[in-house]
């Protein structure tokens, strides 16, 4: 806990235009929620806020699709999601909004403050316009036929149908979504924000003074640090979203990723007057929770606009997920491929905390995971009923058949091996709990409570009070126990001594169970509680770990299942489910006829093995991969040979997004002569295979040395 007096906890604002998956559970409110829970059970200072993000080109073209107006959009979707967050066991202090009038000043006055401190740039370039409308048009608003797969409602940066990423330019008879109309490019301005000047403050704030950051969040940061940052726009024409509080500025509005993050500063406005003292003091710790996705954003940009705008805390951490695929595959709304939040409610009602459960266990910390519904149904059916449940259960039947239903006297005098060992592991427990949640391995703490009840269950099944109970009942009636012989009736005092002792430790157990896994499955915490008629203050963490938390003598309600088995038919309609979502996704996007399939190209004319050995072809890995300016076909890539790093350029802009490639392995020709494109000296080529239209790396089956020679 340390130096800092209080906490400002956010989650990542999702999108007010669709409801919310279990990709995003996993990905930043799970974790988040996990982080509070256990900061609240320690009684320390803490506030979590996160809200709807409702501005954005998005918006907008959901709203154009429905015949409705934005404002109809975020209204219908924030309640959506803020209820599925709800029915999760979410634990946000405020689900807010960045319509709400609150976020509208807040934004406006803190790009007001920037702007007259002269920290923008105000720059003209050219963007495509609507001419019957009169209006700028985003790529989204311009629509066209996909020059690669015949499409024609492919989006001027998008086809959804195939995938491949375009330009406005490359659609074959684009026109306006919104009249129809072709689109001319016209001079506009907007103001920018010189990132690169604030570059050697970055790198000093994050990769010096916060090596300990994520991997994943570290490396993408040294990555945009090391290519260099340039200005970046902060303000858009759109007549959705937060209006730039300038005379000159009609018809704009504050780009997306500037408004957004001060809508965190604005809900906690909304949420305390004393907001000021969690965002401005620097006794404060400010953690975001997020998805690799927005790392960027929040790690470079945001940082920077505080620094400018000057008065505000910094983030002390950005612990960033990766992604979480589904049955193998990509999340993709567009093509319906998710497990949506309120859809799993529906089907699994009060089963809240198994789906937490397991998209802890499985979480994407490090990399990518994927959720499976038959690791769903193994999860709980092997750990959380097998082990946990179990446990549990088999404490309050013991207790209630062996003890009368009340918590049995621990004997001093018969403490034996494995009860001191048990004990043991208990307190043990509570440290290694501690740092794996203050770390952010929310895996690593969630598996320890799982492995201290599967300590508990061989406890049980070492002592057998039940067997003991036995020897008892086999002895008051004058008789030998046939496992037992050696014991008389002189024994009997220690035999009940070890009953009471086994059942009174696997009690005091079960109670720590309830505030070990408080943070991680809230919903199974006060049930258990309630079985041990507890109020919820016994979950506070400084009561970890005692061997004390329920009286001698004290009466327990009678045992409940903590958990039910989940059935294959059950699994299996989930899949179906699935496939079935898919299916009416591809129906309802009505494509055009797929344009014929390209021949394959012919064969070259034959060479000598001489000529094939003249080049050098070498594993490697791309490290950095960023868009030429002006050249919509190009990325400028810096590949890791071994031996040294090269720049590259390659013609693949319109087919892979430069965060999605980075750590790819590829084929290069290394030898081949340097050639100057846009300027920039390209020192060797890429190999790519061509599929119908479609580009894919030629690299090796399994992961190589960088540096591997091809041969």
């Known amino acids: 806990m340390g130096k800092f007096n209080r906490y400002l906890i956010t989650a990542a604002l999702p999108y007010a235009n669709g409801p919310v998956h279990i990709g995003h559970l996993a990905g930043c409110y799970l974790p988040a929620d996990i982080y509070v829970r256990y900061l609240r059970a320690r009684k320390a200072d803490v506030k979590f806020v996160c809200g709807s993000d409702e501005h954005g080109v998005p918006i907008t073209i959901k709203a154009m699709r429905e015949n409705v107006s934005p404002q109809d959009v975020v209204d219908k979707y924030h309640k959506i999601i803020g209820d599925s967050f709800a029915a999760m066991g979410i634990s946000f202090d405020i689900y807010a909004r960045t319509s709400s009038p609150v976020h509208h000043q807040m934004a406006s006055d803190f790009f007001l403050k920037m702007y007259n401190d002269g920290l923008f740039e105000e720059k003209e370039s050219e963007q495509y316009f609507d001419p019957v409308k009169n209006v700028f048009l985003a790529d989204r608003y311009i629509v066209g036929t996909c020059p690669k797969c015949g499409n024609d409602k492919a989006y001027g940066d998008q086809c959804e149908r195939c995938g491949s990423s375009l330009s406005p330019d490359e659609l074959i008879n684009p026109h306006s979504a ?6 001319v490019k016209k001079t506009t301005k907007h103001w920018y924000m010189p990132l690169q000047n604030y570059e050697p403050w970055l790198k000093q704030y ?12 570290y490396g993408q940061c040294k990555s945009w640090l090391d290519s260099g940052l340039q200005s970046r726009a902060m303000t858009r024409d759109s007549s959705w979203g937060v209006k730039v509080p300038l005379p000159e500025a009609e018809g704009k509005v504050l780009y997306v990723w500037f408004d957004a993050p001060i809508g965190y500063i604005s809900a906690t406005k909304e949420l305390t007057d004393n907001w000021a003292d969690y965002w401005c003091k620097d006794d404060t710790k400010l953690v975001h929770f997020i998805g690799k996705d927005n790392i960027v954003f929040h790690c470079i940009i945001f940082p920077a606009m505080l620094k400018a705008h000057g008065g505000f805390v910094l983030p002390d951490n950005v612990p960033a997920n990766e992604f ?4 193998g595959e990509k999340v993709s709304t567009s093509r319906n491929w998710a497990v949506w939040v309120h859809d799993y409610i529906k089907d699994f009602p009060d089963q809240q905390d198994v789906l937490r459960y397991v998209l802890c266990s499985t979480a994407p910390e490090t990399k990518d995971n994927d959720f499976t519904w038959k690791d769903f ?3 709980n059916n092997n750990e959380l009923v097998a082990v946990f449940g179990n446990f549990v259960n088999r404490a309050m039947v013991l207790m209630h058949k062996l003890c009368g239903g009340k918590v049995p006297r621990l004997h001093s005098e018969y403490l034996d091996e494995s009860d001191r060992e048990l004990l043991g592991h208990l307190a043990a427990a509570k440290e290694k709990i501690e740092s794996s949640i203050e770390n952010y391995r929310f895996r690593e703490a969630l598996a320890e409570v799982i492995d201290l009840s ?10 057998e009070p039940w067997t003991l109970a ?18 008389t009736e002189k024994d009997l005092p220690a035999l009940q001594g070890r009953i009471d002792n086994c059942l009174h430790i696997a009690l005091q157990l079960t109670a720590n169970l309830a505030i ?9 915490a006060k049930k258990i509680c309630h079985l041990l008629k507890v109020v919820d203050r016994m979950l506070d963490w400084e009561n970890a770990g005692s061997d004390k938390l329920l009286s001698v003598g004290y009466s327990l309600r009678a045992p409940e299942l903590l ?17 079935a979502g898919l299916k009416l996704a591809a129906a309802a996007a009505a494509p055009a006829p797929v344009a014929e399939e390209k021949p394959a190209a012919p064969a070259k004319p034959e060479i000598q093995f001489d000529d094939f050995a003249k080049l050098d072809l070498r594993v490697g890995t791309i490290l950095q991969a960023e868009k030429v300016e002006k050249a919509d076909k190009l990325l400028k890539l810096l590949v890791d040979i071994g031996t040294e790093q090269r720049t590259v350029v390659s013609g693949i802009a319109m087919h892979f997004q430069p965060e999605d490639i980075i750590g790819k392995q590829v084929t290069l020709v290394a030898n081949l002569a340097p050639r100057k494109m846009r300027g920039i000296e390209s020192q060797g080529m890429i190999l790519m295979a061509e599929d119908n239209g479609k580009l894919i790396f030629v690299n090796p089956a399994e992961a190589v040395k960088p540096g591997s020679g091809v041969s």
């Open 178 to 183: 919104l009249s129809e109309a072709v689109p």
């Open 206 to 217: 994050v990769l010096e003074d916060h090596k300990e950051w994520k991997n994943n969040v």
């Open 324 to 327: 979480l695929n589904i049955e």
């Open 377 to 379: 149904q193994d999860r």
């Open 454 to 463: 599967r300590k508990g269950n061989i406890y049980l099944q070492k002592n």
């Open 470 to 487: 036995s020897v008892i009942e086999k002895l008051n009636q004058q008789e030998q126990h046939p496992k037992y012989p050696q014991y």
């Open 516 to 524: 070990f896994i408080n943070p991680f499955l809230p919903f199974t």
């Open 563 to 579: 958990f039910r088995k989940i059935e294959d038919e059950e699994v299996k309609a989930q899949v179906e489910k699935l496939h």
